[in-house]
Each structure stands twice: as structure tokens, then as C-alpha cells.
């Protein structure tokens, strides 16, 4: 039976992952709001953008599965602070690359140290909630949203001091990892039991999630989408000045944020079909709102739409993926190799479809992925049944940790 000491610890745990979500959101928030400067900074095409962006890809998808070792070799706990703090270093990279070779390697670093992170915080999420008894997964993705969202706030005021982006990110890298070191403390410190064997180098999903990743890979895919290029298509294609294209991934990020906090209320009142179902279809209408117009106005509802339809897709997947086994870190390691490589190629081939036609036809692209949401949604039902037998476990006072 759990005492009032663990509980007061597990409801601390929560606040702190909560946090560590909104420092890695807010990385996130910081460099993408910075997209257009590197560009015009480093003189690139659509394409050689593209190529760059394709670099995180590369660097998580080789990264991702690792994260498993540093849980089981170091504990969660220092798995999760050590390399939340590099992932927040690296954000100072991108802007000191001095041509598409050097970006292309900052890049990697910066893609290799987000996944590693991404696994281990989604892991001590998973290990949090089910300890915690209710699903919060969701509302934790929120929090990542949300820092991405008040740093994206301070990427917009930059863009439009025309402040040096080199300056900026340095700054905001050793800020980031200062916090994201202090709010580490409290965490699960989970550990393996002694003998157990450790992860593989390379973890797959189990074949009962796959059909779930590939809906987390079409969301993922558009919100990588949207967030990297939403900036460059309103300054292309609608002609928006610097400063409003960069605060269309602020509307992004915001209209997510709320989705994804509210998240958790949805999907205990509609269930996971039918909220991905509901979400699909405000995504795809943003999608098609976004391709329809040559405004910025209107652009900016798109994405927005877009953002609130992909909300609770990804936390559902975690969700599911930590389910799936004795090791949450291996699971979501397999699943995120999926679905976080999807949104981090997603980028990639979107420049490369921009450079062969245009943006537009891009995002028409991202808009029939919306779609197959719609049409795959099916395939959580069954993780939703999973996550009530897990929470009637838990309201019954079984515990296995």
C-alpha cells in the first residue's frame, strides 16, 4: 500500500517531469523561431535547408535507441538530468555553423541529444503516471508546448530587434540548461533490478504498436512540418514580414499547448478513436486552409487548426509504447525511433518537395497525412482499453514497483 511519503513524492515527480517537458519544449521553441535567420544568414535554398534539417533525423535516429543504456546503466534520474542538459547546450550550435557542412553538423549533435532526452523524459513520464494513477501524459506534453510557446515569444521579440541570433541562442542554451538541471531533482530515480540485461543497442516496437506509431508518425510528421517551415512558407508564399512569419509558429505552438492540456479531460470523455478522429479532421481542414489561401491571416488559422488537430496523438503513443513490456525506456525508444524520426525527416522533405514544385505543394502533402489519421485511428483502441485495465490496477492498489 502506498504511503503518504511516496505519495507526496510521486506528486512531486509529477510537477518536476512536468517541468524537464516544458525546459525541452522550449529548445525546441527557441530554434525553430530562428529558422528564417539561418536561412537568410547562411544564403540558403529551400533545398540546402532541407538537407540541413535532415541532419536531426540522422542524429536521433541513431541516437534514440541509446537512451535506453543510460536509464539502465546510470538510473533515470541522471539519465534524464545529464542529458536534458546537453540537449539544452547544444542549442547554441546551429547559429556558429559558418556554411551548410558545419550546420549539417550541429545539427546532428543537436538531433542526437533531443532524442536521447526524449526517451528518457517520456520514460520517467510513463513510470510517473502509472505510479500516479491517471493519465497525464498528455497534459505533459502540454507543458513541452508550452515552453516552446514562451520561447518561441522570445525568438519573435528577437526576430523583430533583428537581435544576433548567435548571441541569443548562446544565452538561452545556458539558461535552459541551468533550469533544466535544477528541476531534475525530485525525480523517480527508477533503476533496473540487479541482473537484469541490459537494453539492446537498437529497440523495435513490439508488433502490436506498430499500427499505433504509423498514426503517431503522420501527426509527427506534421507538426515537424509545421513547425520548421511555417515561418519560411508565410514569408514566401503569403509575403509576411519577418516578424509575423516568425510568430505564426507562436500561433502553433499556443493553439497545441492548450489542446495537449486539456488533453487529458478529452480523451476520458471521447476515448482515444474518437479524439484522433476529431483531431485528424480540424487538421486536415487546417491543412487545406494553409494550401487554399495567399494570406498570411489566414495561413496562420491553418496552422493553427493544424496544431490543435495533432495534439494528443503523440502523448496517446507514449502512452501505449510504455505499456508494451517490463521496460518503458526500451518501448518508447522503438516507438520514438518512428515516430520522432517522421517528424524530424518531415523537414527534409518538405524542402526537397519545395525545391522540385513549391511549399505549397509541400504542405499538400502534409495535409493527405492529416487525412490517414482520420482513417488509422482504429488502431488505439485497443491501446485505450489498455490504459483503463492499467488504471483500474492502480485504483485497486496493485503495484508493481
Known amino acids: 500500500m502506498e504511503t503518504m511519503e511516496s505519495g507526496q513524492q510521486v506528486r512531486r515527480a509529477r510537477v518536476r517531469i512536468a517541468l524537464v517537458f516544458a525546459v525541452h519544449g522550449a529548445v525546441t521553441g527557441s530554434f525553430v523561431s530562428r529558422i528564417p535567420w539561418l536561412q537568410d544568414h547562411l ?3 529551400p533545398g540546402q535547408l532541407g538537407l540541413a534539417l535532415v541532419a536531426p533525423a540522422v542524429g536521433a535516429s541513431l541516437a534514440m535507441p541509446l537512451a535506453g543504456r543510460f536509464v539502465h546503466r546510470y538510473g533515470a534520474l541522471a539519465a534524464v538530468r545529464w542529458l536534458l542538459v546537453l540537449w539544452c547546450l547544444s542549442l547554441s550550435l546551429p547559429a556558429l555553423a559558418l556554411n551548410l557542412p558545419t550546420l549539417f553538423l550541429a545539427l546532428l549533435v543537436y538531433g542526437a541529444t533531443s532524442g536521447m532526452s526524449d526517451v528518457a523524459m517520456n520514460a520517467q513520464g510513463v513510470e510517473v503516471e502509472q505510479r500516479y494513477g491517471r493519465s497525464i501524459m498528455s497534459g505533459l506534453h502540454g ?6 510557446l514562451l520561447a518561441s515569444g522570445f525568438g519573435v521579440l528577437a526576430a523583430h530587434q533583428q537581435f544576433d541570433a548567435r548571441i541569443q541562442l548562446a544565452l538561452t542554451a545556458l539558461v535552459l540548461a541551468t533550469a533544466g538541471y535544477a528541476v531534475c531533482g525530485g525525480l523517480l530515480d527508477v533503476r533496473p533490478v540487479p541482473g537484469t540485461e541490459e537494453p539492446p543497442r537498437f529497440a523495435l516496437p513490439p508488433r502490436s504498436a506498430l499500427a ?13 512540418a509545421s513547425m520548421d517551415w511555417s515561418g519560411v512558407y508565410l514569408r514566401d508564399v503569403t509575403g509576411a514580414s519577418p516578424s509575423v512569419a516568425a510568430a505564426c509558429y507562436t500561433a502553433f505552438a499556443a493553439t497545441m499547448t492548450v489542446a495537449r492540456l486539456l488533453g ?3 480523451v476520458q470523455r471521447l476515448g482515444a478513436v474518437r479524439s484522433v478522429r476529431v ?5 486536415t481542414a487546417g491543412g487545406l486552409l494553409v494550401i487554399a489561401t495567399d494570406s498570411a491571416w489566414a495561413a496562420i488559422p491553418g496552422f493553427a487548426l493544424i496544431g490543435i488537430g495533432i495534439a494528443v496523438v503523440v502523448p496517446l503513443a507514449f502512452a501505449a509504447a510504455g505499456r508494451t513490456g517490463g521496460d518503458p525506456s526500451r518501448s518508447i525508444a522503438g516507438v520514438a525511433t518512428i515516430t520522432y524520426t ?5 523537414p527534409a522533405i518538405v524542402g526537397g518537395i519545395a525545391q522540385a514544385s513549391s511549399l505549397t505543394v509541400s504542405f499538400t502533402v502534409v495535409t493527405v497525412l492529416t487525412a490517414a489519421m482520420v482513417l488509422g485511428a482504429g488502431a488505439l483502441r485497443q491501446d485505450r482499453s489498455a490504459g483503463e485495465a492499467a488504471d483500474r490496477t492502480v485504483d485497486e492498489g496493485v503495484t508493481t514497483h
Request: negative net charge; hydrophobic residues 55%.
Open 264 to 266: 487529458d479531460l478529452l
Open 342 to 346: 517522421s517528424g524530424l525527416v518531415a
Open 43 to 45: 544564403d540558403l535554398s
Open 143 to 148: 507543458m513541452w508546448s508550452a515552453g516552446g
Open 212 to 224: 499505433i506509431g504509423l498514426v503517431g508518425f503522420c501527426a509527427v510528421f506534421a507538426e515537424g
Open 279 to 283: 483531431g485528424g479532421s480540424l487538421a
